[in-house]
C-alpha cells in the first residue's frame, strides 16, 4: 500500500487527473489526509472514489501502540507501530510555547554512539516521508479532543535525519506546505551527530530550520570514544560545517553536548569548548547524561553540570541545562522501543 502522506498536493491532483476525477477533490482529500481521518469519515468523498482509494493507498502508516503518561510532568511517550511491524518511538513535551514532538527519522540508527539505546541493534531502514509526518498526524489526532495541536517539531528521535537525507528534506516541505500542516520551519529542530557533506549541502536547501549538532567533546580525541563518526570528520570540520550553515542562513545553531562523567565535563574541557565555538552564534545544550543500560557510562553529579555551565558562561558562551522530562516513562530516545522490543523476544 502506498502512503497518501508521501504526496503533495499536486501529486495528489495528478492522481485524480489520471483517475478521471475533478481537480477539487484533491484538495478535499489533503485536508482529510493531513487530520489523519480514515476514508469511511471522509463524508464529502464519493464513496466509489473512497472505495478506489482504500484498495491503493493508506491515509496514515503510522499507529500509536501504546502512550505512557509521565507522573512527573505532562510529558507523554509514545510507541508507534508501522505497517511492516516495526516499531518506532517519540515524545510529546509541554512547554509555555506550544507542545513539541521529538521525532524519528529511522527505524534504529548506525551511527553507534555509546551514549544512545537508538543505535544498539544498528539501522533497520530509512523512514519515508510519509512515516516522518505520519508521527504529528497521529499525534494530533489524539490532542484535538483537548483543543491542542503540535507547535515545534525535533529530529532527534531515533535515527540520523542527514543519514536518510532526500527523506528528511521531503519531509519538511511536506510539514511547512500551506495547504498541509503549514508549520513554519522556524519551529524545528534538526540533530545531527555531523556528517559534514550532508551538513554543506542542507545549508543550501532554503530551509529556515534550527541545526543541532550533538557534539559532546572539545575534541577528536575525546569525541572518537564517544561517537565513530568523529573518525571520519574532524570537529574542526563540523565546527567550520556549523560557521557555514550560519553564514548561509542567518540562523542561531545549537550545540548539544551531553555530560559523561569522568570523560567530558573536566573544567578544563569547559575551556576547551569555549575556545572552538569562539565567534559561533550558538547555545549550549547541556545534557546530564541519560544511563543506558547496555552501556559503562554514567552522569556527573548536578554541581559539576552547574560548573561547567558557569565556566562557559564566563567564557562568553549562552549554555542553559536541559531540563530532564519523562523521566519514569524512559523519555530517553531509543529506551522505549529497545525494552519491548526485548520483552516480545523473550515472550
Known amino acids: 500500500m502506498r502512503e497518501l502522506l508521501n504526496l503533495t498536493l499536486c501529486e495528489l491532483e495528478e492522481w485524480m487527473r489520471a483517475n478521471d476525477q475533478p481537480r477539487f477533490r484533491a484538495k478535499q482529500l489533503y485536508s482529510w489526509v493531513i487530520s489523519g481521518t480514515p476514508f469511511e469519515e471522509m463524508h464529502n468523498l464519493p464513496k466509489a472514489l473512497r472505495e478506489r482509494l482504500a484498495e491503493e493507498w493508506v491515509v496514515n502508516p503510522v499507529e500509536i501502540r501504546e502512550a505512557y503518561r509521565s507522573r512527573l510532568d505532562e510529558t507523554e511517550k509514545y510507541l508507534y507501530k508501522l505497517p511492516d511491524g516495526n516499531l518506532i518511538e517519540g515524545v510529546l513535551?509541554?512547554?509555555?510555547?506550544?507542545?513539541?514532538?521529538?521525532?524519528?527519522?529511522?527505524?534504529?540508527?548506525?551511527?553507534?554512539?555509546?551514549?544512545?539505546?537508538?543505535?544498539l541493534e544498528g539501522c533497520v531502514r530509512n523512514l519515508t516521508p510519509g512515516e516522518m509526518l505520519g508521527q504529528i498526524v497521529a499525534v494530533n489526532r489524539r490532542l484535538r479532543e483537548a483543543d491542542r495541536r503540535v507547535h515545534n517539531v525535533v529530529l532527534m528521535g531515533s535515527g540520523e535525519p542527514l543519514d536518510n537525507y532526500e527523506n528528511t528534506v521531503r519531509f519538511l516541505r511536506l510539514l511547512n506546505a500551506p495547504e498541509g500542516l503549514n508549520l513554519?520551519?522556524?519551529?524545528?529542530?534538526?540533530?545531527?551527530?555531523?556528517?559534514?557533506?550532508?551538513?554543506?549541502q542542507f545549508a543550501k536547501e532554503g530551509?529556515?530550520?534550527?541545526?543541532?549538532?550533538?557534539?559532546h567533546a572539545p575534541n577528536d580525541e575525546v569525541r572518537k570514544r564517544l561517537m565513530p563518526v568523529a573518525n571520519a570528520y574532524p570537529i574542526r570540520e563540523v565546527v567550520a560545517a556549523l560557521r557555514n550553515y550560519v553564514e548561509k542562513t542567518g540562523r542561531r545553531v545549537i550545540v548539544e553536548y551531553a555530560l559523561v562523567k569522568g570523560?567530558?565535563?573536566?573544567?578544563?574541557?569547559?575551556?576547551?569548548?569555549?575556545?572552538?565555538?569562539?565567534?559561533?552564534?550558538?547555545?549550549?545544550?547541556?545534557?546530564?547524561?541519560?544511563?543506558?543500560?547496555?552501556?559503562?557510562?554514567?552522569?556527573?553529579?548536578?554541581?559539576?553540570?552547574?560548573?561547567?555551565q558557569h565556566r562557559l558562561e564566563h567564557r562568553g558562551l549562552s549554555a542553559t541545562i536541559r531540563r530532564e522530562m519523562g523521566a519514569d516513562i524512559q523519555g530517553a530516545c531509543g529506551q522505549l522501543r529497545r525494552s519491548v522490543l526485548q520483552a516480545e523476544s523473550h515472550a
Request: one cysteine or more; glycine letters at 6%.
Open 93 to 119: 513535551m509541554r512547554y509555555h510555547h506550544g507542545d513539541t514532538l521529538c521525532l524519528s527519522t529511522q527505524v534504529g540508527c548506525r551511527m553507534g554512539c555509546r551514549f544512545c539505546a537508538s543505535t
Open 184 to 200: 513554519s520551519l522556524r519551529n524545528v529542530s534538526l540533530s545531527t551527530c555531523g556528517l559534514v557533506p550532508r551538513m554543506l
Open 263 to 308: 570523560v567530558n565535563c573536566a573544567p578544563g574541557q569547559a575551556d576547551e569548548l569555549a575556545a572552538l565555538l569562539k565567534g559561533l552564534i550558538c547555545h549550549v545544550n547541556l545534557i546530564p547524561l541519560n544511563a543506558v543500560a547496555e552501556r559503562d557510562l554514567c552522569p556527573p553529579d548536578r554541581r559539576e553540570v552547574e560548573a561547567f
Open 207 to 215: 530551509l529556515a530550520v534550527t541545526l543541532s549538532i550533538s557534539l
